[in-house]
């Protein structure tokens, strides 16, 4: 069943639910054509259907090998890599100063979930490659830039993105990769790094490492990190590639999935020193960290985004073929197809619901952070800087929570045919179950919400948001339309228990910390499912009033109230979750012995 990306809800989404149409026409995205979005879908659409998703079950067959001359990626993969790179896939958001399209984050993040939907260990490594380009064009000296950026922008030579250390997971502060400076200004670093993506393969003639290491003499912990910049070939002063650098790929992982993605294990002062330059100022490596890591938290809430959605196609096409006895009420001679049972119809709408929340969120995020770029009146621009970081760990941690749910029904809807790797619907759950680990856990992301995006200004950005989230509510209520059955009651419901468990928190965060810290993982599901149904019914109002979309109002005011109904309706007992269990979970000391 091959993919197929799905236009019409990726418009509606974006335009709408994310509010790219609202903030061009405002023009606060500079000179961004509207016109050019459909086609920019359709394109990669294409291209992911052609040419990533027929790779896909072959490469997590194949996956990939390690030779003595380094790491062979899956048949296939380095045509495909080639093709992708020469379309200009790789430089659809890069600065058109270092040949760059320019394209809004928010057009970049739309052809990421369709490289992940399509193809995720594919996506992976020009998923790093872009935080590579925002860390060294956002930190890097001019002389760096003019030598590595347009190589990295058109995806010539991908980047890596080198933090974990065995002893280094979360707390990146305790890396002990050692730099020695040299007299001619550049470093040489040794140490071994972990758990690397991409970090070395047959893809392309160089590679670019963008490496956390410690200098002698430096503070202890994240302020005591700086960013290097190290090539695995030289580069000659008239561009051509020089000698070989001294790191490699001493390993590679076996692991559940994304299989034809390399994660390598990366040794660097074998022969004297990785040749290495810093990227900002010596002891600055947190600040370039999080331009790597910020717009990458999003990207993998896309690839969330993408496996679900893929894995909810295939699950809708199994549904609609196989045919199983017969359905109460069921007028057909034959057997019925298993979507005509009433618990399959709510497994797909499930997984097409939490899919489509989470790209709102995620898509929502990208505009966000577009407009806190683009914008030309400075409030505008902090306003929007301001959502995009409250938004940034709910579209990483719900968008890949979601992903594994909604794998997981993708193979229940399959029945034991799921659990057979011939169907397809098995790897993605493989696939996702990393997604909520890498670029900061879950638990991370959920705590960054509580502790730092909560209480930037009082709570300032959640007001804003809960504002706007009331006027969908109004809405829908003053809609009067029969086919969003209880949604307008649902979703009020579940802004006021945001709104009362944000008031909590805060006071909690200022006098018991720890009460607070133990509900942040329901407070983040709280706020996203309570953002995702307001999303969701914001777009139906949409529908209603867009020419393109005739036809289909009732089907994305179905969908609305679903996700309402069964979803946003949870708020009531998160909210309870967080407000009193706190006690629960920081007494478990006596329940957690061996
Ligand atoms: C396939 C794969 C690819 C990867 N690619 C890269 C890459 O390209 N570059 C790179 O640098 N790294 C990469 N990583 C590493 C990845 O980012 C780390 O695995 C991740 O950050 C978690 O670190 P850890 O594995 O050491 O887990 P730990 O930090 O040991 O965490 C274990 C558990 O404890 C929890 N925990 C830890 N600290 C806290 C805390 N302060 N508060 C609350 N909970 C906490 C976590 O949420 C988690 O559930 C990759 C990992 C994998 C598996």
Redesign the pocket.
């Known amino acids: 069943m091959t993919y197929r990306a799905p236009v019409d809800d990726i418009l509606l989404s974006l335009n709408h639910g994310a509010g790219l149409l609202a903030a061009a026409k405002a023009g606060h995205l500079g000179d961004y054509d509207l016109d050019m979005t459909a086609a920019v879908i359709e394109e990669a659409g294409k291209f992911a259907t052609d040419i990533l998703d027929p790779l896909n079950q072959p490469g997590d067959r194949a996956g990939v090998k390690l030779t003595d001359k380094g790491v062979a990626t899956a048949p296939g993969w380095k045509d495909a890599y080639k093709q992708w790179t020469e379309a200009g896939w790789n430089a659809v958001s890069g600065p058109e100063e270092y040949g760059g399209q320019g394209l809004p984050l928010a057009i970049h993040s739309v052809t990421n979930e369709i490289w992940s939907a399509s193809n995720i260990a594919f996506d ?1 490594c020009p998923l ?1 490659t872009q935080s590579a380009i925002d860390a060294l064009h956002a930190h890097g000296s001019e002389e760096l830039k003019a030598i590595y950026l347009a190589k990295l922008i058109s995806g010539e030579w991908p980047g ?5 250390e ?1 002893q ?5 502060g305790a890396l002990r990769t050692r730099a020695e400076k040299q007299a001619d200004g550049s470093y040489r670093l040794f140490g071994t ?7 070395d393969h047959d893809m392309s003639d160089n590679i670019v490492h963008f490496i ?1 290491a410690r200098l002698p003499g430096s503070p202890a912990g994240s302020k005591g990190i700086t960013l290097f910049l190290a090539p695995k070939f030289m580069v000659n002063a008239d561009g051509s590639l020089g000698a070989r650098n001294d790191i490699h790929a001493s390993g590679i ?1 076996h ?1 559940l ?2 299989h034809a ?1 390399p ?1 390598c294990t990366m040794t660097m002062g074998d022969k004297g020193g990785a040749i290495a330059y810093v990227v900002g100022k010596e002891n600055g490596g947190m600040a370039a960290m999080f331009t790597m890591m910020n717009q990458a938290r999003l990207g993998v809430g896309l690839q969330g985004v993408g496996v679900a959605d893929r894995a909810y196609q295939r699950a809708l096409a199994y549904a609609q073929d196989r045919k199983q006895g017969k359905a109460v009420g069921s007028t057909n001679t034959g057997s019925d197809p298993i979507i005509a049972y009433p618990d399959v119809k709510r497994n797909l709408m499930l997984m097409r619901g939490m899919t489509a929340a989470a790209r709102t969120i995620c898509y929502a995020t990208a505009v966000a952070i577009d407009m806190s770029h683009r914008a030309t009146d400075e409030k505008v621009r902090a306003r929007a800087a301001a959502r995009g970081a409250l938004l940034t760990p709910m579209a990483k941690a719900f968008s890949t929570d979601i992903s594994n749910e909604v794998a997981a029904i993708g193979v229940q809807v399959h029945g034991g045919m799921g659990f057979m790797e011939e169907t397809g619907a098995a790897q993605y759950v493989r696939d996702a179950r ?1 997604l909520t ?8 992301q ?2 960054d919400l509580l502790m730092r995006k909560l209480q930037m200004s009082g709570g300032e950005a959640v007001w804003d948001l809960l504002e706007e989230l009331s006027v969908i509510v109004r809405e829908v209520e003053s809609s009067n339309d029969p086919a969003f059955g209880t949604t307008g009651a649902k979703l009020r419901d579940a802004v006021a228990s945001v709104e009362r468990t944000s008031k909590w928190l805060l006071e909690k965060i200022a006098s018991a910390p720890r009460d607070a ?1 133990a509900g ?1 993982t329901p407070y983040l599901r709280l706020f996203s499912v309570t953002l995702g149904g307001c999303s969701l019914a914001k777009e139906a109002l949409a529908a209603r009033n867009d020419e393109s979309m005739q036809g289909d109002t009732g089907r994305y005011a179905t969908l609305a109230r679903f996700f309402a109904e069964n979803v946003t309706v949870q708020s009531g007992a998160l909210e309870r979750s967080v407000i009193d269990s706190a006690d629960a979970v920081n007494g478990a000391d006596a329940v957690l012995v061996a």
Do not use: C, H, R
């Open positions: 992976l790093l890596t993105m080198q933090l974990t065995p280094a997971g979360t707390d990146v790094k972990i758990f690397i993506t991409y970090g956390l992982e692991k999935g994304i993605s994660t990393i680990i890498y670029e900061g856990t879950n638990g991370v959920a705590n810290l942040a």
